[in-house]
């Protein structure tokens, strides 16, 4: 007989149909496996963990970050799209040494974990050499999360957009075959593949059929404000490139005809409300997706400028939506006064930010939800706090109340990565240790350059044009 752990007596919210919520249900692990799933569950010897004033749920799933920028966060709070991809996309980026890869994506995994994202996808678009990559995958495997390395390449690919001309790196090839051989691990890997909008078409057929020969899932970024507009998913229909193994990120300027063909795929979505609204990529399409039958996933994107937490996203997501669907229909003019029920709940958001998440990582068969035959990949969120008390709604206290203070206990393959409210495995002052010498160390290279010597932090630097700066 396995190990065996109980969870007992919490608010369980499944976001399992056949299970669904169980005002004081009880979860029983076996190996790491969910084998139970109900009330006053006899389980023998065991461990109980006691979960009592506590919601029990499954681990967030965040489905696209920039984990390697754990280090700037806040430092474009005030920046635009453009200022991102001038200061640290194709700025402070280059003095990145290996270690301050692995720093960022072990801070930036922590983060997440801590508060109760339990898989993350790691859109990994710093790598400029090997050492890169596999400093970025150790990071992640440190952290002891769930996740999926999603390769993405290095500045030679992301600089002089559009049009780059430079395929996505052969070291993909290495990497799925030294670290990823198996397809069964705790960190998986996927293609972080350039949208066409950023390249040559002949490299972003190349890009998309390296993908489909190491057998990869893909996602791309695609509708990101103006360079979002050039139709790339009809492009990629022309090419028969559609398919249902790509996570669409962001979809803001794509057209409905092009939403309906990523419907039509298959295809999934990954909406990221506070970057898009704060950067300017455009509306999130949360409602737009909906109506073509694409229930999105929720990414956290780049923590540079906003938060690394479920709670605020999806606070962010639903209120956006659901404003944008009162001023349509008022400028219809009608009004709510006739009873009319609004559509998107705090239920549809849990489920963007879980098992629709899982399933955008090709990972729904494992988890996203309390089922039995899944990995235990749960959470336990505290409600017994003035400002979660009295607990009458859990689904609308998790989307509108809840923050990361209060994600007491994290799971994930049923071994207990965070407990009390602390996480198991690691001093979170040494890993801010890391990240600031990261920091650091690229300020002080930024210094002597003469594009983005102007770099400093306390939130007064905004970056230039390096063209215009260059003529
Ligand atoms: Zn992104």
Redesign the pocket.
Known sequence: MGEKVLIRGGYVLSMEPAVGELPEGDVLIEDGVIVAVGTNLEAGDCEVIDAGNCIVMPGFVDT?R?TWQAPWRNIASDWSLFHYLWGLHTGLSKFYRPEDTYAGNLLGALEALDAGITTLLD?SHNLATPEHADAAIAGLRAAGGRSVFAHGGGAQQWGSVPGNTSPHPQDARRVRNEHFSSNDGLVTMALAVRGPQFTTNEVALHDFRLAQELDLDVTV?VG?GELGKTRPIEWMRGEGLLSDRITY??CCTLGDDELQMIADSGGKASV?AD?EMQMGHGWPATGRLLAVGIRPSL?I??CTSTGGHMFGLMRTAIGTQRALDNAAREALGGTLADGTEIELTCRDMLGFATIEGARACGLDSRVGSLAVGKQADIILVRTDTLGMSPLNNAAGALVYNAHPGLVDTVLVAGRVVKRDGKLVDHDPAKIIGLAEQTRDYVLGQAADDALISDARLGGGWVPRNPAAAQA
């Open positions: 696209h920039h859109w970024h990101d990120v962001h990221a970057v990414s994107d780049v």
